[in-house]
């Protein structure tokens, strides 16, 4: 009888990727697809469905499939969120999905739809009020823009939810993914409010709720014949990335909070009871009955890949060794990282990235340097807002690619004056989907916990007095240019929608 196999795939921002796993957590195989996004006009990013999406899931699916030495017993998908993928008969994609918080071109929906209902109401019944990351105002700007579309529109998929279909033929959504559909879902009932996303979402069939291990389905012959994977293996419905990512390195009691370091930046909380924040989003959690409380940032690893690209081929290993020779603080050089509007705790989709104190002394390792404490500058602000809200943030596990090589962890527990553990398996998300799949299908038990920490991260003492310093600095400079960069957004943004 051949070996069973878990299978986990995450649809990021920029790449795609994927793990096989054994039950008890070994990695078989892992691939890694990249791909992009379609920025088509300023506050605007875009996926396309067909040709990232579902062609991405069908590209690592074959690769792993090839190494596979067993048979995979069950599947588990997650991706960037919340996002509104408009989709017509039989599923089909109607225009390229409308992203995350970082597409910021419901802005006067967000604002039509918070007068409506008011941000008080909003927020106690969904946790959070309404911002760019919400779907509610991107399904309202859809409906006043490209009204052709919405009229077709048959399903709200997010990328996870859309392979799910794919595959299964199910039209599902977890808990953590619906509680980011503000103004539609009821975080305290778990629910969908009726009222409100009839109001929004006119005649649109909302998606049947589970949590993310829940079973969305089985494998149909016709996905198996497409992708390889065996026909009726139950694949679960997963989640947000973020949230898999949180699942995969065991933050799951309360206390326990994750940043993960990505193309975009994010804490999560495991919370005992909802707490709703106007700063913050108060979502379900991961595993069942659980609650969250997180914050994301615009960008981060989006900094650095910018830096990159400006840099004559550089690679992130010759970068980070020009930053770790500059002293802590970039000789005064300060970055605001809002260069795609922000998401917590300011919620601005109009903020912009300042870079402020430069002088011809400065050198590329400093700009570097730079960006990456900006990152870690905006960590400590979602930090004191997660406070703020009532969270206590007692035990810290750093997850994502930015733990690679060291400099940058190090940066942030400096910043935060904070100790961080370093899981031994930092795959992320896609881990997560297979072990979400592993429980929903029975082959793991419930408890399940796969982590395992390489090492901690403790913060230098000797880095605290200028830190404390800039960072003080940072907080004065988005209100001190905040007129300013608004300005500029509107000049970005004249003769769009």
Not at 32 to 59: L, N, Q, T
Not at 197 to 207: D, I, R, T
Not at 341 to 359: F, K, M
Request: net charge negative; glycine share 10%; hydrophobic share 40%.
């Amino acid at each position: 009888m051949s070996e069973k196999l878990l299978l986990g795939i995450d649809l990021g921002t920029m790449s795609s990727k994927g793990v096989l796993c054994r039950p008890d957590g070994e990695v078989v195989a892992m691939t890694e697809r990249p791909h992009d996004v379609s920025m088509p006009c300023p506050g605007w990013v875009e996926h396309d469905a067909e040709e990232i999406w579902w062609k991405d899931f069908k590209a690592v699916c074959s690769e792993l499939l090839e190494e596979a030495e067993g048979t995979v017993a069950a599947v588990g998908v997650s991706g960037i969120g919340p996002c509104f993928l408009a989709a017509g008969k039989n599923g089909q994609p109607l225009r390229p999905a409308i992203l995350y918080g970082v597409d910021t071109r419901a802005a006067r929906e967000v604002d039509e739809l918070t007068e409506a209902y008011t941000e008080e109401k909003i927020v106690d019944r969904c946790g959070n009020p309404l911002t760019s990351q919400s779907v509610g105002p991107k399904i309202a700007w859809l409906r006043r823009n490209e009204p052709e579309v919405w009229e077709e529109t048959r399903y709200l998929f997010m990328a996870h939810t859309f392979v799910a279909f794919r595959l299964t033929g199910a039209y599902v959504l977890d808990h953590p993914a619906a509680g980011m559909c503000e103004p539609l879902y009821d975080h305290k009932n778990r629910r969908w409010i009726a009222e409100w996303s009839e109001e929004v979402a006119p005649g649109l069939e909302l998606p049947d709720l589970r949590w993310p291990a829940e079973i969305a389905g089985e494998i149909t012959q016709e996905a198996a014949e497409t992708t390889g994977l065996p026909a009726g293996i139950p694949v679960a419905t997963g989640t947000v990335d973020a949230w898999s990512e949180a699942a995969s390195i065991g933050v799951r009691e309360p206390g326990d909070l994750m940043v993960m370091y990505g193309t975009t930046a994010l804490t999560m909380e495991i919370v005992g009871k909802p707490l709703p924040s106007p700063n913050l989003w108060s979502t379900a959690g991961p595993l069942s009955d659980t609650d969250v409380l997180a914050g994301g940032m615009a960008t981060s690893g989006a900094l650095t890949e910018w830096v990159k690209k400006l840099s004559d081929g550089r690679s992130f290993a010759e970068l980070t060794q020009e930053a770790s020779r500059v002293p802590p603080g970039s000789e005064g050089l300060i970055v605001l990282p809002y260069f795609a509007g922000e998401r917590n705790p300011i919620s601005d989709p109009n903020a912009r990235g300042v870079i402020c104190g430069l002088t011809l002394r400065h050198s590329r390792g400093h700009l570097y340097r730079a960006m990456l404490e900006a990152t870690a500058f905006g960590i400590r602000h979602l930090l004191e807002a997660v406070h703020e809200a009532g969270g206590e943030a007692r035990r810290l596990v750093a997850v994502g690619g930015g733990t690679k090589g060291g400099l940058w962890p190090r940066i942030v527990s400096d910043v935060i004056d904070e100790p961080q553990e370093l899981p031994k398996q930092t795959i992320g998300a896609a881990y997560g989907n297979a072990l979400l799949a592993g429980m929903g299908s029975g082959i793991l038990e419930s408890c399940t916990d796969w982590t395992s920490i390489a090492e901690t991260i403790e913060p230098n003492p000797d880095n605290r007095e200028i830190y404390d310093e800039l960072y003080e600095l940072y907080k004065d400079l988005y209100p001190a240019t905040r007129e300013t960069v608004h300005a500029l957004a509107a000049v970005q943004t004249q003769g769009d929608y």
